[in-house]
DNA sequence: GTCTATATTGCGATAGAC
DNA sequence: GTCTATCGCAATATAGAC
């Protein structure tokens, strides 16, 4: 802490700046959608000036880009924290308790993967097969779980799983319900349970 | 037919101008998102003229305000029709029937009401809640065939088939995977055959 | 690397002739 | 009622000083 002026002539950027970017577009476009959401707001909510942007990301679409990254990176942790648990049953329980958590941010502004997926398949974006692959990557963890357990339908069990988690949301957030979410997930573990 | 010119001076217009904007509309919206469409590509598409459009909706609003309607119209409509069976089975299983006759649409751009739905809720519209309520009309009729059925849980059973509904159209149009709604679509009519 | 100022474009909406 | 021309604005993207 001595000396703070004459070391360090370097000015380093205060970390994360490019994060925050990504964590303020990511959030911006969560509750108003990609297209609503300006690259102004974005900056403005990372407190960064609008030009700058630019220095990072060469353009809207590779920002949207790298909140699909994020989003992946999130997936693969929390895949792996799940994947501590002993059985696939309580891995699956695990997930829909964490589910019902967030019902709250979910309602207010559907599901991150879901929406974002949905609005990149009605642009002629290139970037709605890296979203889609987000969701498959959801799929395919579910389905691993249904294999673990030993059965033989586990892609349709998955599948399903995963429409009624994703259809769920869709009807939280569009009918401002949150109770919603909580009816169904104590139904979805009932389900579950009754499977292993 | 004698005498066309002197007869009906007042020029009545080719019936159905506006009927052809919220047509246009509906389809743009649908494949592209409310927010990506331009009025220019509705009026193009309608094959009227920008600057007329404003003559029949006095904002873009109005006009997603009719499209709303008009899948409002269009569902009581197939209400009617499917409410001539005799049982709500068979209501149900003719509503997933027709459902999954469509699924190529449905893969190729979502639910017209979900993913409307949706959309709206990103933005401060009020209109959001003119399109939740033809969802909600959805599930009302659901709810209605369950009670029907003699079901105590006719509320819980109709969230749980909407949910299967929209969740299966989101992955279908997200993973551009048709066979999702086939399959899902089967299990869900077993599903139902077995309540009954 | 950082930031201000601005170029450019596309869209909602309007004015006003016919 | 119909249509052309255009305004005003917001948003992406760039230029260029520091």
Redesign the interface.
């Known amino acids: 802490m001595t000396h703070p002026d004459t070391q360090a002539p370097v000015e380093v950027a205060r970390p994360g700046k490019r994060d925050r970017l990504i964590a303020a577009a990511q959030a911006a476009m969560l509750?108003?959608?990609v297209?609503?959401t300006s690259l102004a707001d974005i900056a403005h909510a990372a407190d960064v000036p609008l030009g700058n942007v630019y220095y990072y990301f060469k353009t809207k679409g590779e920002l949207v880009a790298a909140v699909i990254e994020r989003q992946r990176s999130r997936q693969q942790e929390a895949f792996a924290a799940l994947d501590q648990r002993p059985t696939p049953a309580q891995r699956l329980c695990a997930l829909l308790d964490s589910w019902m958590a967030q019902r709250e941010k979910l309602t207010a502004?559907?599901c991150p993967v879901?929406?974002l997926?949905?609005?990149l398949?009605?642009?002629a974006d290139e970037l709605?097969d890296d979203?889609?692959a987000v969701?498959?990557g959801l799929?395919g963890w579910f389905e691993r779980q249904f294999t673990e357990m030993g059965r033989g339908d586990a892609r349709?069990l998955a599948?399903?799983l995963?429409?009624?988690?994703?259809?769920?949301i869709?009807?939280a957030?569009?009918?401002?319900d949150q109770d919603?979410i909580t009816?169904?997930g104590e139904?979805l573990k009932q389900w579950i349970t009754s499977l292993a």
Do not use: F
């Open positions: 509750a108003h959608g297209e609503r502004h559907g879901g929406t997926g949905t609005e398949r009605k642009g709605a979203s889609a969701l498959a799929l349709q599948v399903a995963l429409a009624a988690y994703e259809g769920t869709l009807l957030n569009t009918l401002a919603l009816v169904e139904r």
